[in-house]
């Protein structure tokens, strides 16, 4: 099966496409499209951030890193520890 080119027109913008979902037309650059590998995502931005499963993505991702940090603070605070701990004794105070 062959592919259909997606359609495009020239405006005073430049080349604008065709989302696929919404069938409006954008200007083909990366504020109105994501890209990947050098080529446009078929659905505008718009369309692809009110998509369910981007949505539900979104949080599950949003999910992990609030676990994440949970466990982290868990412990409570810690204590900051330089990267040397012998760097002040060698080094001494300026004063």
């Known amino acids: 099966m062959k592919r259909v080119p997606r359609p495009k027109i020239e405006t005073e913008l430049g080349t604008e496409i065709q989302c696929s979902r919404c069938k409006d037309f ?3 650059d990366g504020e109105f499209f994501y890209t990947a ?3 446009l995502h078929p659905w505008c931005k718009a369309c692809y951030l009110n998509d369910e499963k981007v949505i539900q993505k979104a949080e599950r ?3 992990s ?3 994440a ?3 982290r603070n868990e ?3 810690r204590e900051v520890v330089p990267a040397h701990a012998g760097f002040v004794e060698e ?3 300026h004063g």
């Open 61 to 63: 991702w949003k999910e």
């Open 91 to 93: 080094r001494g105070t």
């Open 69 to 71: 940090r949970a466990a």
């Open 75 to 77: 412990g409570g605070v």
């Open 37 to 39: 590998r050098g080529k």
């Open 26 to 28: 954008w200007p083909a």
């Open 65 to 67: 890193l609030r676990a």
